[in-house]
């Protein structure tokens, strides 16, 4: 060997060490990359990135019938901080800020104190981050915007390192309200909607989306749009924010009452077809009331008693019977074919001789079956199909995905016995929706027309009405005028003389029918277990010029169940509330040629009060004109049945004056001009002042009026 070979070896060595240690370092420093700083080059890659760009547009709003923003697509964020970007100055400036950004972080999210806030952000400058999330929610446009005006956090994110992620979420003002029907998103938004009106007019909300591409121009990257994105257009639907409350909090009071399972309530302008309010509550595991499925349109269930008056219908229809035809309900137990049919009262000695216009004022399963197996025992193939012919069975096809289609059997040898005949005149063995039976309903009050239930109203860009979406009409007549009026009587007597009383209304009248059906388990019948029932009531208001229709469903486990007295009483609160939303009282109409309306006149400035009177007429003295110079006339007020009087009072500037009786504005004015500060709570008159009047006015102190 060479002398110098043993050195050139150590000098072989010593570089492939180096070789191996850079080496290592590279993989590394990938690792690191790949996956402690994967977000954040991923982040920078899509900033640089030069081929086209997708665009997403702004998703359009769900709008309410009276213009409340019912849905709407809001920005939300994460926020990060690399700690690399800046260098020192940046770290130097951070430490130097510290306790006024993490105070400033305090303020805006209050869950988390300072002093955790200032060791989280240690935290993340020790390891030298440069993705590191500040706050782990995801924070409103407006806190961002709070955030991004800290100290550091203000400058740009090369320089100061704050930097954030963005989001598009939905989100729904009101909450709960109808949410089953506006329906919702994905979490990702672009995974697009899920259910409901959401995903119906999904096409038209979304918009189109937009494509840019990055241009380097003088040493930068700009975007360069290629397509600009089209914002969505928004919706207007048919319901009204006032109503949906109104139908809410009535059903869901009744059904904690109870302790009812299920509970749906629909309301429906009759000429329209609107859907002015739609609930679908469902108790919780943790016993709250939930909209969890779109129960209204959805449940397919026996309808029970509401379906009478369809079965009635058809009689009437074909002339088999006459409202004043009697029939034999005997003692309110009767044998149907081999298979005993109860009445209600069956154990009080039933209701005997009856009429027509009895079997649904009392409700009598005995009555209305008999009337109908006699009629079409052995034709009951028209019996289902005078059913057909009144629509009860048509499907709406809705706006709304997953509605269900009623199901009514037509009667062939295979699906008929000799008891079914009379239990589907009664609401057994049969399918409908609640909005179906809504629609049948609404049909009747309508004078025979049905309408197809509407849940949108129009289509909407920029304020400008894209597309009227118009009533349409299912059936123009669903039975003759003559049979129409004879129901329609009938159906005003249920509330006002039978079990339908509850849904009534001392203020106008109420039409409809109560409904209460045992509820089948499956395979288990009706009998296995606790019994299950749904309770309904279906109706329109007032009788005379209906304006509205309305049904309200309930299921519930164990008696006592009444259709009437549960969804009826529920029926007739909301008809009520609904009912005065519309009252409005004519002054004109308040008075006679000897009534003298003096309106409520505040103390204050009597020289303007004495101005608006004059105006309207009203008669008052104590002042003869406004002030000749505009400046205020102090003084105080006296309401006569017949005239107003008016007391002037001088105010002395050295001494606090008595504002009580006045009205914000005068009060506010007399006293600053005086030199005090004035800070007021409530609204209407003064009620009370923190100092007292009479006392030595000192410039600049604060009082307080209180109004109420």
């Known amino acids: 060997m060479m002398p110098n070979q043993k050195n050139i070896m150590i000098r072989f060595s010593f570089i492939i060490l180096i070789m191996v240690l850079v080496g290592i370092a590279i993989i590394c420093k990938a690792g690191v990359i790949m996956f402690a700083e994967r977000q954040y080059w991923k982040d920078v890659a899509d900033r640089f990135v030069k081929e086209n760009v997708t665009v997403r547009p702004t998703r359009g709003n769900i709008i309410s019938s009276d213009g409340q923003l019912m849905a709407s697509s809001l920005p939300e964020y994460k926020i990060y901080m690399d700690f690399k970007a800046g260098g020192e100055v940046k770290d130097s400036l951070l430490m130097l800020y510290m306790d006024s950004i993490c105070d400033g972080l305090h303020q805006i999210f209050p869950d988390k104190s300072k002093g955790e806030f200032k060791s989280h952000i240690l935290k993340g400058r020790k390891k030298g981050s440069r993705n590191y999330l500040l706050y782990p929610k995801r924070i409103s446009y407006i806190q961002y915007k709070e955030a991004k005006r800290l100290p550091v956090f203000n400058l740009n994110k090369y320089r100061g390192g704050f930097h954030e992620q963005a989001f598009n979420q939905r989100k729904k003002p009101f909450g709960s309200l109808a949410m089953r029907t506006l329906g919702d998103m994905y979490a990702d938004v672009e995974q697009g909607a899920k259910n409901g009106l959401e995903l119906s007019y999904d096409s038209i909300l979304k918009g ?22 089209v914002d969505g257009c928004d919706i207007i639907t048919t319901i009204d924010v006032g109503m949906q409350d109104i139908a809410e909090k009535a059903l869901v009071d009744e059904l904690k009452e109870i302790n009812a399972t299920v509970g749906v309530a629909i309301l429906m302008e009759v000429q329209t077809g609107d859907i002015k309010a739609i609930v679908n509550m469902t108790k919780g595991s943790d016993g709250v009331y939930r909209e969890i499925r779109n129960n209204a349109i959805s449940d397919m269930m026996e309808p029970g008693s509401t379906f009478k008056t369809a079965s009635i219908m058809v009689a009437l229809e074909d002339g088999k019977i006459t409202p004043d035809q009697t029939i034999d309900t005997g003692n309110g137990v009767y044998n149907m074919h081999g298979r005993p049919m109860k009445d209600h009262n069956w154990h009080r000695g039933g209701y005997g001789v009856i009429t027509t216009t009895q079997t649904l004022m ?15 025992h052995d034709q009951p193939e028209k019996y289902v199909q005078g059913l057909y012919k009144l629509g009860i069975a048509t499907p709406l096809k809705l706006d709304i995905p997953g509605a269900g289609k009623p199901y009514i059997r037509m009667p062939n040898k295979d699906n008929w016995s000799k008891t079914a005949l009379a239990w589907m005149s009664i609401g057994y063995e049969t399918q409908v929706p609640p909005i179906n039976t809504l629609a049948f309903y609404n049909a009747i009050a309508n004078n025979g027309v049905m309408v197809k239930p509407r849940f949108v109203k129009s289509i909407v860009k920029d304020g400008q009405v ?28 249920v509330v006002s003389e039978g079990l339908g009383k509850k849904a009534g209304s001392k203020q106008f009248h109420v039409s409809g029918k109560t409904g209460t059906a ?53 029926f007739g609160k909301i008809a009520e509330r609904v009912f005065a939303k519309h009252l409005a009282q004519n002054l004109t109409e308040a008075k006679d040629s000897t009534s003298i309306l003096i309106p ?24 003869s004109e406004q002030s000749a110079d505009g400046k205020p006339v102090w003084g105080s007020v006296t309401c006569n049945p017949d005239n107003v009087l008016f007391s002037k009072k001088e105010i002395n500037n ?5 504002v009580v009786g006045m009205g914000a504005k005068d009060a506010v004015y007399l006293l600053e001009s005086i030199g005090l500060k004035a800070r007021v709570t409530g609204v209407g008159k003064v009620k009370s002042q923190s100092i007292t009047a009479g006392n030595t006015v000192r410039k600049g102190q604060t009082i307080q009026l209180r109004l109420n």
Do not use: W
């Open 466 to 493: 894209v597309e009227d979406i118009p009533t349409e009409v299912l059936n123009p007549a669903i039975a003759s005028p003559k049979t129409i009026q004879d129901i329609q009587i009938i159906l005003e007597k």
């Open 654 to 658: 050295k001494l606090v004056p008595n």
């Open 362 to 376: 009392y409700s009598s399963n005995i009555g209305v079956s008999r009337l109908i197996d006699q009629n079409y």
């Open 208 to 229: 189109r989306d937009g494509i840019t591409h990055r241009q380097k121009v003088m040493n930068k990257y700009l975007n360069i749009v290629d397509i600009p994105p």
């Open 518 to 570: 045992q509820v089948s388990q499956g395979k288990g019948g009706y009998k296995t277990g606790t019994m299950h029932y749904l309770v309904s009531f279906c109706g329109y208001f007032p009788s005379e010029a209906p304006k509205y229709s309305c049904i309200v469903a309930i299921q519930k486990s164990g008696l006592p169940a009444s259709g009437g007295l549960m969804a009826g009483s529920v």
């Open 600 to 623: 409520d006149v505040k103390h204050g400035d009597i020289s303007e009060a004495h101005y608006v009177l004059n105006k309207i007429d009203i008669n008052s003295s104590g002042i």
